[in-house]
């Protein structure tokens, strides 16, 4: 897993209507409770979350599925929709943690097993495991290095 404590959060456009809270904090930073996606338009479909803790602030590089990750459709278990009070899909905004392997974008990898999950209305997030887990990897490589497009890129 990628972070990254010493991005400058002067170079991103941050919205305050980006900010949420997550409670339980991600897996591994339980006391980084706060969060805000920060973007570079040059850097779209991908952004950055800043998680911020009692003392400092660490960054993960993350996407929205929808359009980045093809046939991706997590099913959430009912117990976690309803703690995070999600009415409707659309109540959910769907992000994955990307990592990279030698800061080499086309390795990059995304988590579809255990995406954070955060209500629109109210700016409560969560990281979950999917109910369907078994249909996705927690290294899902976004680039299909196989490719002839891919291949040329690498060159």
């Not at 805000?36 to 979350?49: I, R, S």
């Not at 998680?51 to 459709?73: N, R």
């Not at 009415?87 to 988590?111: F, H, Q, R, W, Y």
């Amino acid at each position: 897993m990628r972070i990254l404590p010493d991005v400058n959060p002067a170079e991103f456009e941050a919205p305050h209507a980006n900010s949420f809270a997550l409670p339980q904090g991600l897996i591994g930073f339980q006391g980084y409770t706060r969060a805000e996606l920060l973007y570079q338009p040059e850097q779209l479909p991908f952004l950055w979350l800043k998680l911020q803790g009692p003392t400092d602030s660490i960054y993960f590089i993350v996407v929205e599925p929808a359009g980045v990750v093809p046939g991706y459709d997590p099913e959430l278990f009912d117990q976690d929709a309803a703690g995070l009070e999600l009415s409707g899909s659309a109540d959910a905004l769907v992000l994955n943690i990307v990592s990279l392997k030698n800061m080499n974008p086309m390795e990059a990898t995304v988590n579809l097993v255990g995406p954070i999950i955060v209500n629109r209305r109210t700016k409560i997030a969560r990281q979950l495991v999917v109910a369907n887990y078994s249909r996705y990897s927690a290294h899902f490589q976004l680039v299909d290095s196989r490719t002839p497009a891919a291949s040329a890129a690498c060159a």
